[in-house]
C-alpha cells in the first residue's frame, strides 16, 4: 500500500518536538535543581542585606561625616552674596550714595543753601531723596583662628563617635555571623534529630511487628503488644515534632540570607570555628583589647571626655579674622569696590553659672560613659570565662555522647537477639532503644553545642569572622586543627 503523501515529513517534525520539549524539562529540571548552601555563602547573602546591619553602616555614615564636618570647621570659609535694594529712605538712599561714591553737594541740599539767613531751611533733596537702587555684590572670608580649644575638642569627640561607630558596625556584623551560625547549625541540627526520629520510628515499627509474630505464635502476652504500640505511636508523635522543628529552623534559616520561598536549598558543610589552644587568662585578654562592643564604649567615654573639653573652652576668648569685598551700583554691575579687613575678639566674662552647669553636665555624662564601660568590662571577663567553660564541657560531651551512642547500639543489637529468643521482656527493649535515642539525640545536642560555644568564645574575643572557620576538604568534612577533631557533615 503506498504510503500518504508527507508522512515522513510529520514524523521528522514531531521527532523534533519531543526532542524539543525533552531538552526544555531538563532545563526546567536543572534551573529548578536545590542550591547547595554552604556556610560561608549564608554568612554573605545575610551580610548582604540585613537591617540591623544597615542601619548601623547608616550609622557609621553619619559619623564620619560628622568627623569631616568637624575636621573642617577650623578652616576659613568663603561666602558670596548679593543684595539688591530699592528704597526712598532718606538715611538708606544717603548710604547707598555714599557707597556708591555718587554723592554731590547737591544731595544736601546745596542749590537751597543762599547764605547764613538759609541755615534753617530743611533740603529737600537730603530729606526727600525718592527711590533709589542700590545693587550689593559681596565675597567674604570667616576664619576663626582661636575658639578657646573647643575645635579641637570637638573634632575629638567627633572622631571618637565615629571610631565607636565603627566598632559597632564590627559588633553589628559578629551579631548577624553568630546568628547565621546558630540558624545554619540549628537546621543540621534538627535534621539530625529527625534522622534519629526517623530510624527510632522504624525500629518502634519493627519491634511492634515483633510483638505481634510473638503474640500469635502465643511465646508473649497481649501487653507486650500494646506496650510496643504505644511506642510505636509516641515514635510517630515524635517524628512529626521532629519535621516541624526542621521546618522553623528551614524558615529561620530563609529569613536571615533571603532566599525565596519557592526556591529549594540543601546544607552545605558544617560550620567548624576553629578556636586556638589558649589559656583563659589569654582569651580574657584578648577580649578586653579586641572586643568590638567594649571598644566601642571606651571611644565612647572618650567621646564624652573631648565633650567636658569642648564644654570648658567657653570659658575662653574666642578670636575670628573676616576680610570682605563690596562693590557698590544702581545696576547689577561691579563698580565702586571696597574691603574691610577685621580681626574679632570675644570673650564672655560672666553668664550667671551657665557654662560651669553644662561643663558640670558633660562632666557627668563622660563618668557615666566610663563607669559603663568598666562595668562591661568586668561582665566581659565572666563572659568569656563562661564560654570558655561551655565550649570545653561541649567538646566533652560530644567525645562521651560519641562513645555511648557506639555502646548503645551494640546493646540494642543484643537485646534485640535476647528479644528474639525470648530472653528478655519487650520493656527492656524498648528502655534500651530509648537509651540509644537519647544517646544519638546527645551527640546532635553536643555538636551543636560545642559549634556555638566556639563561636561566642570568637564572638567574646573580637575574632569572628570567616577566616575562623576551618575551610571544607574535598571529601566534604571540616578538620579543626585547634581542637584536634574531625567532623562529617551530616
Known amino acids: 500500500m503506498p504510503r500518504p503523501p508527507g508522512r515522513g515529513r510529520r514524523i521528522a517534525v514531531a521527532f523534533v518536538a519531543a526532542l524539543g520539549g525533552v ?26 542585606d540585613n537591617p540591623g546591619l544597615a542601619a548601623s553602616q547608616a550609622g557609621l555614615s553619619a559619623a564620619q561625616a560628622s568627623e569631616d564636618t568637624a575636621r573642617a570647621s577650623r578652616w576659613p570659609r568663603l561666602s558670596a552674596s548679593l543684595r539688591a535694594v530699592r528704597s526712598n529712605d532718606p538715611l538708606t538712599v544717603f ?32 530729606n526727600h531723596p525718592g527711590a533709589y537702587d542700590n545693587v550689593n555684590p559681596r565675597l567674604s572670608i570667616e576664619w576663626p583662628l582661636y575658639a578657646g580649644g573647643r575645635m579641637g575638642a570637638a573634632i575629638a569627640r567627633a572622631h571618637q563617635a565615629a571610631a565607636a561607630a565603627r566598632q559597632g558596625n564590627v559588633e553589628a556584623r559578629q551579631g548577624v555571623i553568630l546568628e547565621v551560625l546558630q540558624a545554619y547549625e540549628g537546621l543540621r541540627a534538627a535534621k539530625a534529630q529527625l534522622a534519629v526520629a526517623r530510624r527510632a520510628r522504624k525500629a518502634a515499627r519493627s519491634y511492634l511487628q515483633m510483638a505481634r509474630a510473638r503474640f500469635r505464635k502465643g511465646t508473649t502476652i497481649r501487653s507486650d503488644v500494646l506496650t510496643a504500640k504505644v511506642r510505636a505511636e509516641q515514635a510517630d508523635l515524635d517524628y512529626g515534632n521532629a519535621q516541624d522543628h526542621v521546618d522553623l529552623a528551614r524558615a529561620n534559616l530563609r529569613r536571615l540570607v533571603n532566599l525565596p520561598d519557592d526556591r529549594q536549598f540543601t546544607l552545605g558543610p558544617p560550620a567548624t570555628p576553629l578556636v586556638r589552644d589558649a589559656s583563659l587568662t589569654s582569651l580574657q585578654h584578648r577580649a578586653e583589647a579586641h572586643n568590638p562592643q567594649l571598644a566601642r564604649l571606651r571611644h565612647q567615654a572618650q567621646s564624652r571626655k573631648a565633650a567636658v573639653d569642648q564644654a570648658r573652652g567657653a570659658y575662653r576668648p574666642d578670636l575670628a579674622l573676616r576680610v570682605q569685598r563690596d562693590w557698590y551700583d544702581r545696576t547689577a554691575g561691579f563698580a565702586a569696590p571696597s574691603y574691610t579687613v577685621g580681626l574679632v575678639a570675644s570673650w564672655d566674662i560672666f553668664d550667671f553659672g551657665q557654662r560651669s552647669g553644662k561643663v558640670d553636665q558633660a562632666d557627668s555624662h563622660y563618668q557615666a560613659a566610663q563607669d559603663q564601660a568598666r562595668g ?9 570565662d563562661r564560654a570558655w567553660r561551655a565550649a570545653r564541657r561541649a567538646h566533652q560531651q560530644v567525645q562521651v555522647s560519641r562513645e555511648a551512642v557506639g555502646q548503645s547500639r551494640e546493646a540494642q543489637r543484643i537485646l534485640r537477639l535476647r528479644y528474639q529468643k525470648g530472653l528478655v521482656t519487650i520493656t527492656e527493649l524498648l528502655d534500651g532503644e530509648a537509651r540509644l535515642e537519647q544517646a544519638e539525640s546527645d551527640l546532635v545536642s553536643a555538636r551543636y553545642a560545642l559549634r556555638v560555644h566556639r563561636a561566642t568564645l570568637l564572638a567574646r574575643t573580637g575574632q569572628l569572622d570567616l577566616s575562623h572557620f576551618a575551610p571544607a576538604n574535598a571529601n566534604g568534612t571540616h578538620q579543626d586543627q585547634g581542637n584536634h577533631e574531625t567532623e562529617t557533615g551530616r
Open 376 to 384: 562591661y568590662a568586668r561582665r566581659l571577663r565572666i563572659s568569656v
Open 23 to 48: 531538552t526544555l524539562l531538563q532545563a526546567g529540571a536543572a534551573s529548578a535543581a536545590p542550591r547547595v548552601l554552604t556556610f560561608d555563602q549564608a554568612v554573605r547573602d545575610a551580610l548582604a
Open 95 to 126: 548710604g547707598a550714595k555714599l557707597s556708591q561714591r555718587d554723592v554731590t553737594f547737591r544731595d544736601f541740599g546745596a542749590a537751597q543753601f543762599t547764605g547764613p539767613g538759609s541755615l534753617d531751611v530743611a533740603p529737600e533733596t537730603l
